[in-house]
């Protein structure tokens, strides 16, 4: 695992999040999450609510790739790691209290996504794009 820089912590918050999945033969699936968020500075964690083909990825494959961006400035950072998924314990409670309190018409997650980071890319438009940070 890596340390996810704190700019970059910094920068998840209140962004949509595209995360890209593969099945173990490597079909491809990508899906916009708005629960992702940063636990702490080496994982990164998302609720799973309504997806079938990534949670169907991550049990053959747990190999994930998480990108934020903003529009307006064109920034975006972009971690790769490998995922865990968590159907009880004090992180899923957590997630699922803080989901409840987001939105009462949202169900309680199928699961809990917990990524351990191994790898931040740039994502950001100009000569850094796709560039490995840490």
Known sequence: MVSIPKYVQEFFPGKMAWVATATREGVP???PKGTVKVLDDQHVVF??????????????????????IDPSTHKGYQVKGT?????????????AADLKG????????????????ESVYDQSVGPDAGKQIV
């Open 83 to 95: 995922a865990e998924l968590l159907s009880s314990g004090p992180l899923y409670d957590q997630m």
């Open 102 to 117: 987001a939105s009462a018409t949202l169900p309680v997650p199928k699961y809990v996504v917990k990524i351990s980071v």
């Open 29 to 31: 699936n990508v899906t």
């Open 47 to 68: 609720a799973d609510l309504f997806s079938l083909k990534t949670r169907q990825n991550l049990e053959q494959n747990p190999k994930v790739a998480v990108t934020v």
